[in-house]
């Protein structure tokens, strides 16, 4: 075996011994999380939401109250991420991106810097967007309202 090949199979077999899991692993840029909870009444009829970008389709879901739904992502060079939802409940429904800013969620929302974790609470009157601050606590801003 010549030396080139057998350093190869050496550093196979190491690296083989390490669990990577690199289709989580965020190499050259940061992890981000969506989360969308549902804050409707519980007598009411379920959210029906679906969320996608270019690349993912999460398909349709359905929320009960306080239930939630959020997924993972790395973000794209050039900040070229982008998901957005349409949701559903009763005879209300919008659609509106849900991420497509690093530094704020999404442009030209409410100002959330420093987080990773954009938080959508759906609510009667509307759409709330928010983000966990140091000590734990939701902090959230109304950004949209159904159509009707």
Request: aromatic share 18%; glycine share 4%.
């Amino acid at each position: 075996m010549s030396h080139p090949s057998s350093l190869m199979i050496i550093l196979l077999l190491l690296l083989s011994m390490f669990s990577f899991d690199l289709t989580r692993a965020c190499f050259m840029d940061k992890k981000y999380h969506v989360k969308i909870i549902d804050d409707l009444p519980s007598d009411s009829p379920q959210l029906k939401l679906h969320c996608a970008s270019k690349d993912d389709d999460f398909g349709e879901r359905w929320l009960s109250s306080t239930q939630d739904f959020t997924w993972t992502f790395c973000g794209q060079f050039f900040n070229r991420t982008l998901y957005y939802c349409h949701f559903w409940w009763d005879s209300k429904e919008n659609t509106f991106d849900v991420f497509n800013d690093p530094e704020s969620c999404i442009h030209e929302g409410p100002m959330i810097h420093n987080t990773y974790t954009c938080v959508w609470i759906v609510k009667p009157e509307g759409f709330y967007l928010g983000y966990y601050d140091n000590d734990g606590s939701l902090v959230a801003d109304f950004t949209h309202d159904w159509n009707k």
